[in-house]
């Protein structure tokens, strides 16, 4: 009976695990070359993108969408807020030219009402609970109220207080405008929605945010929060939870948190050294492997988070410094500035889209000079979050002899590194993996290699601990041990 109810417990596991958080781009136009939108309908579905934002109510843009299948995030930008918060009637002609011809054909999902406004030059805070009511109300007479969410976007700045993140607090001085619109998101069932950048924590201040805790990395210090014992591998998870803890401190902890920027700059100026193509695939694909497999946060683990990667495109006629311009996943002529897996499944070639980056004739193992215990945290890591296929040094499969843990974590590291980047940083494992260029595959046990293909099959994402045998296991676990990956492949598709 122990048996069954291990079983059933695990299957209620997995069926979470199939709803996920969803990952979209953000879409964003401030330029004066990129391709048309019917151009950019095309892109978004070459790469199987479900979940789109724009930043207004653009009628080619969403008359692109029609018809689609894609989930549409519109915009009313803070220029609008005046007359969307002084005249309902105002709304209501807006709403009957830009949203009612093209809605349902154009899946309209999210309506936001201004965007970062605690951040705007003009102060327009005081006009966005008003302009939401009256967005509410136009659609609630077309009857829309309920299938298309209206809330609005926020910046971090919103808060006086982010470290530790149990000690997140909003700016008191944004209180007059913060609560009634907190209530309204609670009164109709809509996210609060941030935009988050590790980047500008790590550019702002390096000597106090490492580079790989804002890269998701595994080589980066673990950060504790003080207060709550809880501990924090990377810079997004404490952002999330600073919010958290804020909504908590003024009683809002039912409001689920909707990520609507997030990124990482591929281009910056002289002084910015980590805007780099490399770290924006590391950050955007560690990221997107974060979300899919529902890893929450410390402080609300396994809670699925919605996100939006910035931005589609580079942007030539955005303000500020370099990399304000560099943040697109490709260039205006819709070339690829570095790729994505949006499946969170693994990693892909910087310049051919390939399954793996170039490792120029080289491959990591385990240090000899490493303690069995960081080999072991270094292995668990690789074949769990890390995503890497470790079915190769399951029993009797190619490469579980020797069964030692340094062999096992030998393959587990090299395949992690392979995947990310084959670099001196994809191959750190808190100083337990070193490069070589002898290729360690022995008899039928063959380690990945620049230009090798990735398994999908009979692979187990499980943590991986030495002398494991299958003896210990009886039939029916064993049996549905062996349909995990299958499961979990449903998930994904």
């Not at 909003?170 to 405008?177: D, E, K, R, T, V």
Request: proline fraction near 6%.
């Amino acid at each position: 009976m122990a048996h069954v109810a291990f079983v059933a417990l695990l299957f209620l596991l997995l069926v979470g695990h199939c709803l996920g958080g969803k990952v979209g781009i953000c879409y964003g136009r401030n330029a004066d070359d990129l391709p048309a939108p019917d151009k950019v309908m095309q892109l978004i579905q070459q790469q199987s993108l479900k979940y789109v934002r724009i930043y207004d109510t653009n009628i080619d843009v969403i008359k692109a969408f029609a018809n689609t299948g894609v989930e549409l995030m519109v915009g009313v930008p803070n220029s609008d807020l005046l007359p969307f918060a002084q005249y309902q009637s105002n709304v209501d002609t807006w709403l009957k030219n830009s949203i009612l011809p093209y809605y349902p054909a154009t899946m309209i999902t999210y309506i936001t009402v201004g965007a970062e406004v605690t951040e705007s030059p003009v102060n327009v805070s005081a006009l966005v609970v008003p302009a939401m009511r009256n967005v509410h109300t136009a659609l609630k007479k077309a009857g829309l109220h309920k299938k298309i969410t209206i809330s609005s976007t926020h910046s971090l700045g919103i808060l006086s207080r982010s470290f530790p993140p149990s000690a997140g607090a909003f700016n008191s001085s944004y209180a007059y405008f913060l609560k009634p619109m907190l209530e309204f998101l609670v009164e109709n069932q809509a996210p609060f929605m941030v935009d988050l950048y590790p980047y500008y924590a790590y550019q702002n201040s390096p000597s106090n945010v490492s580079l790989n805790y804002a890269l998701f990395s595994p080589q980066s210090q673990d950060v504790i929060d003080p207060n709550t014992g809880l501990v924090y591998t990377n810079m997004f998870d404490a952002q999330i939870d600073s919010i958290f803890f804020a909504l908590m401190a003024l009683n809002f902890k039912t409001l689920k948190i909707m990520v609507t920027e997030t990124g990482w700059p591929n281009k910056g100026a002289a002084k910015e050294t980590g805007a780099t193509p490399d770290n924006a695939q590391t950050y955007n694909t560690n990221l997107i492997r974060h979300v899919v497999n529902d890893s929450g946060t410390p402080a609300k683990p396994g809670e699925e988070i919605d996100v939006y990667i910035f931005s589609l495109f580079n942007e030539n006629r955005k303000p500020g410094i370099e990399s304000e311009r560099n943040w697109g996943l490709f260039f205006p002529d819709q070339s690829s500035i570095y790729s994505l897996d949006w499946t969170g499944r693994g990693n892909v070639d910087i310049m051919t889209g390939g399954n793996i980056t170039n490792a120029n004739g080289t491959w990591c193992v385990a240090s000899a000079n490493a303690s069995e215990t960081d080999l072991q945290n270094g292995l668990n890591w690789a074949c769990g979050p890390g995503n890497v296929d470790c079915s190769a040094i399951q029993p009797s499969q190619p490469c579980y002899q020797p069964d030692t843990l340094a062999s096992h974590a030998s393959y587990a590291f090299n395949s992690y590194y392979q995947q990310n980047g084959a670099n001196d940083v994809a191959c750190d494992f808190g100083g337990t993996g070193v490069r070589t260029t002898k290729d360690p595959s022995y008899d039928t046990c063959v380690y990945m290699a620049a230009g090798s293909k990735m398994s999908t099959t009979n692979s187990s994402n499980l943590p991986v601990q030495s002398g494991f045998s299958p003896s210990r296991f009886d039939k029916n676990f064993y049996l549905l041990f062996s349909m995990l990956p299958i499961m979990i492949a449903a998930c994904i598709v």
